[in-house]
């Protein structure tokens, strides 16, 4: 007790008084120790076989053509599969496979393979242009391509011929009779895989600069797997999950594994949409949702969800952007017996920095949750670089075991991020309150000033998301001579709606100090995100014929 009394810890906030950091309130982490030769697919594999209540439960469920296969059918996917890489096309340790895929039943299968054979594996968009895969090659220089027919013809030629994983020779790659799995197991050889070799280059937005590779260990997989094990659920069935989320997006990427490791029934959907997805979770009794912040909007304020069973339905799980309290309520109001809580991480951190971990943190509505425990942060002063206590904004920094390796053939940038403490800048306005919540307030750079003041968009955003004649919005800074700069809306009108320019003003007038007020409004189709629910604010920026702002981040 009198040692407790002495810490400098605060046990609420878990704010370091001496240090000025702030410490995980999670329960730590038990990873193998770093010198034992683990693939993160393999450490994923180990959980589930060890400590599964139900070792032949499904696995994966296509949503849409409602195809299915156990973990025993998964397993053996990946044996044939890595002995097919390694035999026949001659993969090895520490080459780089690019994939170009939507998300299907069979990119687990493929991740599990590569990282088993110690391949790095570098996902893209399946919908990005020519030139974006160009330069995204240029950085991660694999020797093999995976893509579908549809995706093909953007690749260049690597060393290896590009993989389709949507022919009839990759079907009879992976589906193997067991008396062949049986001799292919044997025919294996085993690959030693460090857990400080890299396993994964992944491309970080792009939405405030140009596209950089973030250069991923087994080890950082391994501790974000680990981080979510402690808090696995006892239950009388697995844990039916559907992923909107892409695999080749990093809250995709590592759900791949979490799910394995948890041995939890995943529901995979090609592309996101919502009648769909409704539809999926009352035939498959979804229990769990994965989605980016605009599904969470949507079902809020859709009449669609109306038409389904979604009694199914336990936890909804947000990350990719800030919710705003406002919408919260919304759903909390529509779907009373729906856990929603949201998650907070960068492709820098694996993924996963905070999260809410129970009912009771998901009510503390506005938050991401509690640091992650393989995690430690400090709130720093942009202007002074004094680390600042509980309440107070500022950027926040973070370290631990999830944090990026650097990035790709870009030490100027690496040395930018990540100082040589091992902290990591995440560019992000954030504040800790006194019980260990983590608010995420803006981007740094995308914080709006007006006359010296700083507006955050999202917390305009969020306000406009909570108007009933408002399907969705986005505001971004409109260059102004006298004020430097104003807060400018892009607002999507509800179907029906009759709101105008100067009502969408007046609405926000109301609720905030004069000096966050938006002064200019244009009516859009859609706001342009990312996969993760990110605005793509320099597509609106192009609307309007604002130059962005060039950036080294």
């Known amino acids: 007790m009198d040692q407790q009394a002495n810490s400098p810890i605060n046990p609420k906030s878990g704010f370091n008084s001496s240090a000025k950091t702030f410490h995980s309130l999670r329960p730590p982490i038990h990873l193998p120790p770093e010198e034992t030769p683990f693939s993160a697919a393999d450490y994923a594999l180990s959980l589930h076989a060890n400590h599964s209540p139900w070792p032949d439960s499904l696995a994966i469920i296509n949503s849409s053509t409602s195809q299915k296969l156990s973990y025993s059918d998964f397993i053996e996917r990946i044996k044939s599969l890595t002995l097919y890489l390694q035999n026949v096309t001659q993969l090895r340790k520490n080459d780089t496979a690019f994939i170009l895929c939507p998300n299907s039943i069979k990119v687990p299968v493929l991740y599990f393979s590569l990282l088993s054979l110690g391949v790095v594996i570098s996902p893209a968009n399946p919908i990005s242009t020519e030139s974006e895969i160009s330069h995204q090659i240029s950085l991660s220089n694999p020797v093999i391509a995976f893509a579908i027919s549809k995706t093909c013809h953007k690749l260049p030629k690597l060393k290896y011929r590009t993989i389709l994983i949507d022919s009839p020779e990759f079907d009879s790659v992976i589906t193997m009779s067991p008396a ?3 001799t292919a197991q044997q025919d294996l050889e085993k690959v030693t ?10 491309y970080s937005s792009g939405t405030t600069g140009k596209v950089k590779g973030v250069m ?7 501790a974000v797997i680990a981080g979510y094990y402690p808090f696995k659920q006892e239950r009388k069935s697995p844990t039916v999950m559907l992923y909107t989320v892409p695999y080749f997006h990093v809250f995709g990427f590592f759900y791949s594994f979490k799910s394995v490791a948890l041995s939890e029934t995943v529901v995979v959907m090609e592309r996101f949409d919502l009648k769909k997805m409704l539809r999926a979770v009352e035939k498959f009794r979804v229990t769990h949702l994965a989605v980016a912040p605009p599904v969470v909007v949507a079902m809020a304020k859709s009449d669609l969800t109306d038409g389904y069973d979604l009694r199914s339905l336990e936890t909804v799980g947000c990350g990719g952007a800030p919710l705003g309290k406002d919408v919260m309520k919304v759903f909390a109001d529509r779907f009373p017996t729906v856990d929603l809580w949201q998650g907070y991480g960068l492709t820098e951190s694996t993924g996963v ?22 995690c430690e942060a400090k709130i720093v002063d942009a202007d002074t670089g004094d680390a600042l206590p509980p309440g107070k904004q500022g950027e926040l920094w973070v370290r631990g075991s ?5 990035y790709v053939g870009d030490p100027e940038a690496t040395s930018t991020t990540l100082d040589p403490d091992g902290w990591l800048r995440t560019g992000d306005l954030c504040y800790i309150d006194e019980e260990g919540f983590l608010f995420v307030v803006d981007r740094l ?8 003041y700083q507006v955050a968009p999202a917390e305009l955003e969020q306000l406009l998301q909570s108007h009933l004649e408002i399907a969705d919005a986005a505001v971004i800074p409109y260059p102004d001579k006298e004020a430097g700069q104003v807060p400018m809306a892009f607002v999507v009108k509800q179907p029906q709606s009759r709101i105008n320019e100067r009502g969408v003003m007046d609405f926000v007038a109301k609720q905030v100090a004069p000096y966050k007020k938006v002064r200019r409004v244009e009516f859009v189709s859609a706001i342009p995100k990312s996969p993760a629910g990110k605005i793509l604010r320099k597509e609106l920026r192009k609307m309007v014929l604002i ?3 060039s950036s080294k981040m």
Not at 216 to 222: G, P, Q, S
């Open 353 to 374: 920095l905070s999260r809410s971990n129970s009912p009771e943190e998901s009510r503390h509505w506005g938050s991401v949750g509690r640091l992650t425990a393989c």
């Open 547 to 549: 130059p962005f702002p």
């Open 402 to 406: 999830t944090i990026m390796k650097g």
């Open 180 to 182: 062949a799995a049986t």
């Open 216 to 222: 991923l260990t087994h080890r950082n997989l391994m």
């Open 445 to 452: 750079k995308e914080l709006i000033k007006y006359k010296g």
């Open 193 to 202: 895989v460090s857990q400080s070799d890299l396993a994964a280059i992944m």
